[in-house]
């Protein structure tokens, strides 16, 4: 069955593959290679081959088996748009989601190029939000424009984790934005000053903002387990999330 999830902006976790490769900065401290490397030694059934990509289309039918409207992030341990998936396997992935409206699937991805080219011959399913990593200038930004030009209901950016300030973004045709720091042993600093600058575009562009945590790193320039240094930002919890209604479906 797919798993609940612990993600403050979602509910459970659906992953019809395993593993993925490293593409740029934010991939660094991967928290799935990690987990992928625990599950492989407790022999959890998917992780078999570790963080190497695997397909596991015996995965694709546990959202249909699910009645209750769900959020659900795919490919928390994977990046769906990888280059090595088959064109036929996003199909059969996409039908699925086609095929269960009642529930919202939020789709993660750092192969921006690649997930607009798969979109140009179709148009996502209204239940399918897409989204891209943006955890820097270099490599982070320049996703926005591919994401922006595909036609979708929801699409949205996962700034996390942090890793400088972006500057200056044009966030028309994106709907939601989702900043956090970075967790673990070699976190590197979330600076308030970046999620203030990410914040007040936000604000100004009419996008709805989340800012998910501030990681190993607090607002206090300190180093602590994440959850003393909790969600809190400028004295309150940001939890917007992408308002539906107002989206021109």
Known sequence: MSNRSTIEWTEHTW????????VSPGCKHCYAEEMA???????????????ELSLLPDRLEQPLRRKKPTKYFVNSMSDLF??????????????????????????LTKRAERMADYFNSCRAPQNAWLGVSVEDVKYGVPRIDYLRNIDAAVRFLSVEP??????????????????????????????????????QQCEAQSVAFFFKQWGTWGSDGKKRNKKANGREFQGKVWDEMPRIAAINL
């Not at 992953?15 to 490293?22: E, L």
């Not at 090595?84 to 095929?99: E, G, R, S, Y």
């Not at 500057?167 to 979330?190: C, F, N, Q, T």
């Open 15 to 22: 992953n019809p593959m395993t593993g993925c490769t490293k």
């Open 37 to 51: 490397k625990r599950l492989k030694a407790m022999g959890t059934p998917g992780y078999e081959n570790g963080f």
């Open 82 to 107: 990888h280059e090595t998936v088959p064109d036929a396997f996003l199909d059969k992935v996409f039908d699925v989601i086609a095929q269960t409206p009642q529930h919202t699937y939020q789709i």
């Open 162 to 199: 942090l890793l400088e300030d972006i500057g200056a973004v044009d966030l028309g045709g994106i709907h939601w934005v989702i900043v956090g720091g970075e967790s673990g042993r070699y976190a590197r600093p979330l600076k308030a000053e970046w999620v203030d600058h990410i914040q």
